[in-house]
């Protein structure tokens, strides 16, 4: 139980499009979702939290004009990075939380590069 | 703010052989612990976590004990394989305006040597 998918699980684009990434959890419900951001060798970084139906918290930094996250259902989120430059080119992996809230499981993650 | 470091960054122990990887956090109100473990090109997989309330827990091969009192907790594998050969990070957690956020620590990667 508790799986996780993100599709795709890599993408190459050129510079100044957009991409779109999606999470989903596929055995249960997600009352939230968050997505991360992982660059080779470090840690994970939260870039966002969603709830089902509400806008997205941003951490501080991110830019949420760049990175539209839509949670549109309890097992949908997704991620558009918008106008793609070569320095968003990094690892993203969302995560959902259900009912056991403290609880977060990931997903396989997105290599993003951008040409 | 809230931080969680993690050592050792990398550890090296011979299969068989025993390891530990320990983390300190600094927000007393931080109530869970999960420990994840990521293979290369992977998500993280959970593996353990604890809770505020409880001193230790132990799943097979692998335990976490939590000393808040001095705000560490630790991930203890024993019977090392090459198959637990990866990186391990730590987070701690708390509610927080409808939410449990994790700050993950720094991760420190394992090589069991066959």
């Known amino acids: 139980g508790a799986v996780v998918s993100q599709h795709p699980s890599w993408v190459i684009c050129k510079s100044g499009t957009s991409v779109k990434i999606e999470c989903r959890s596929l055995d249960f419900q997600a009352t939230t979702m968050f997505w991360y951001r992982q660059f080779p060798k470090q840690s994970l970084m939260l870039m966002a939290t969603s709830n089902e139906g509400s806008k997205a918290t941003y951490e501080q930094g991110v830019e949420k004009d760049k990175f539209l996250i839509n949670h549109a259902s309890l097992t949908l989120s997704t991620l558009t990075v918008t106008s793609a430059h070569p320095e968003d080119s990094s690892f993203y992996i969302c995560?959902?939380?259900?009912?056991?809230?403290?609880?977060?499981?990931f997903g396989p993650g997105t290599r993003l590069l951008v040409l | 703010g809230e931080n969680v470091e993690q050592h050792p960054s990398t550890l090296s122990v011979q299969e068989g052989d025993s390891a530990v990887i320990k983390c300190t956090y600094s927000?007393?109100?931080?109530?869970?612990f999960p420990w994840y473990k990521q293979e290369l090109g992977k998500g993280p997989q959970l593996i353990i976590d604890i809770r505020s309330n409880v001193g230790e827990k132990k799943d097979q091969r692998i335990a976490v004990t939590l000393n808040k009192t001095a705000k560490h907790f630790s991930l203890h594998i024993t019977e090392t394989q090459p198959e637990d050969s990866a990186v391990y990070f730590c987070?701690?957690?708390?509610?927080?305006?409808?939410?449990?956020?994790?700050?993950f620590g720094t991760g420190t990667r394992l090589k069991v040597l066959a």
């Open positions: 927000d007393s109100a931080s109530n869970y």
């Open positions: 987070a701690a957690s708390r509610w927080d305006s409808g939410t449990y956020k994790y700050i």
């Open positions: 995560s959902a939380s259900g009912l056991a809230r403290e609880t977060q499981y």
